[in-house]
């Protein structure tokens, strides 16, 4: 299983960046799948989830309202779009998926993980 991120960059704040994760070996529609991040000098956390069969997202409470989990069927890739983008939301995004299938949010831990995607956000 391979998961790839790419979109991240350099934007101000008040701006949107949407990313994507191209997975291959793994659907994004069978498995439960996951943003995480990890800012810097912080532990990684979640972002966002979005189950396998119903599609039922979550987030987590800093994104809320401002950031969107999907997912293309049909060319396998999970997206996150982040808008209205804070200083806070800086830092390594990935990209996870859990192996099981037909697996919900929240997941028992995801097992598979993309390299990450920077997103800097500047003041």
């Known amino acids: 299983v391979q998961l790839v991120e790419s979109g991240g960059g350099l934007v101000q704040a008040g701006g949107s960046l949407r990313l994507s994760c191209a997975a291959s070996?793994?659907?994004?529609?069978?498995?439960?799948m996951a943003w995480y991040r990890q800012a810097p000098g912080k532990e990684r956390e979640e972002v966002s989830c979005?189950?396998?069969?119903?599609?039922?997202?979550n987030y987590a409470d800093s994104v809320k309202d401002r950031f969107i989990i999907y997912r293309d069927n049909a060319k396998n890739i999970l997206y996150l779009q982040m808008n209205d983008l804070k200083f806070e939301d800086t830092g390594v995004y990935y990209c996870?998926?859990?192996?099981?299938?037909?697996?919900?949010?929240?997941?028992?831990?995801?097992?598979?993980w993309g390299k990450g995607t920077l997103v800097t956000v500047s003041p």
């Open positions: 979005i189950s396998s069969s119903d599609g039922v997202t």
């Open positions: 070996g793994a659907s994004v529609t069978s498995n439960a």
């Open positions: 996870a998926g859990d192996r099981v299938e037909g697996s919900t949010c929240p997941t028992a831990g995801m097992n598979y």
